[in-house]
């Protein structure tokens, strides 16, 4: 089910920043892990999730230069990504751990 929304995508040039979010229903928030997906050149790539406890795990595609964080209290899993790079470029879009909910994504070009 539909029941995320992404936003915070947009054009930036390469070395560049975007914080990327993930709005959801506080039962969403309060009770599921979360995982961040990249769409691009037909592949969907998993990067980096976040437990229900907090604890990351990140891959090394975005290791080191992403930070994942929950702010339960606004609804929102936030993703931080720095020093971007063309093959950043991309849909983003998050999903929960148990694969019950998804968002529509949000669009990453980097230049």
């Known amino acids: 089910h539909v029941q995320l929304v992404e936003s915070g995508g947009g054009e930036v040039q390469a070395g560049g920043s975007l914080k990327l979010s993930c709005a959801g229903s506080a039962y969403i928030l309060e009770n599921c892990g979360m995982v961040w997906y990249r769409q691009a050149k037909g592949k969907e790539e998993k990067l980096v999730s976040v437990?229900?406890?907090?604890?990351?795990v990140y891959e090394d595609t975005v290791k080191g230069r992403s930070t994942i964080s929950r702010d339960n209290a606004n609804k929102l899993v936030h993703l931080q990504m720095n020093s971007l790079k063309s093959d950043d470029t991309g849909l983003y879009f998050c999903v929960t751990g148990n694969g019950a909910y998804w968002g529509q994504g949000t669009q990453v070009t980097v230049s």
């Open positions: 437990r229900k406890d907090g604890t990351p």
